[in-house]
């Protein structure tokens, strides 16, 4: 099938303002694409909800960035990749949307963390959601069975960073909090996951009270590689995502108050449109 006329861009959704940390890298990597950003904003955060409202919000807005043209959906939420993904991927899309697919971003890490520790003892940062979903520790036996893993779950980030205050003094006292009960956890640690969306952007005072040497990675690189790889092991789905270099932004909120914030996590102006949630 030729689709070279239509417009398929390929949807990035989070639960507010983290994907654009991942879409950022993945734009960078795949310039030529369309994509279209969904922020469940009205709705965030995601990490403290249960199994069933994740799954229920995040099926919802898929539906919306399918209505819109997608044909691939990227779930560049931690949280919506741990309690989501797979039901959608098992039940939902057989029966609504056999020939699209929805890819989470817990997978393509968990690739590839093994290369990165040398003591065989890595960390997870995440939502109490993804921390207690266990999806880290089970994709990560698939791969480095050989790793110990050690989760430390960090339910203030979420909302520090949603409500800009992550720059402020306050935030400090719970960025350290939760680094030093990690690094109590197994002092051994040289490796750590920020498996939420939204932790890049206090990546540095992360920095600022881990021990030297300890590395910290990012998801958008691992993500926009992983995509990539896709496309190119996919050529059935390449042919269904359109390429004029396009990019649009929706947020179930209001959208002069996504475009402020929105701006510093994808690091260039933004304007958006409002999605409803009816
Ligand atoms: N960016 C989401 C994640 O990666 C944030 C979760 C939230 O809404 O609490 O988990």
Redesign the pocket.
Known sequence: MDNKNTYQPIGIF???F??LTVMKEIVKELPQYDFIYLGDNAR?????RSFETVYEYTLECVKHLFDKGCHLVIL???????KALRTIQQKDLPVMAPHKRVLG?IRPTTEIIGKHSKTKHIGVL??A??VSSGSYLVEIEKFFPELNVYQEACPMW?PLI?NNEYDNAGADYFIKKHIDSLMKKSPEIDAIIL????YPLIADKIKKYLPKGVELLSQGKIVSEGLKDYLNRHPEMDNNCSKSGKLEFYTTDLPETFDKAATLFFGKEIKSKHQSLR
Not at 44 to 48: I, K, L, R
Not at 76 to 82: E, I, L
Not at 195 to 198: N, Q
């Open positions: 989070d639960s507010g983290g994907g965030a955060p995601y990490g403290s560049a939420c931690n949280t919506a990749s741990a971003v995440g939502t959601g993804t979420v949603e498996g939420c969306t939204h």
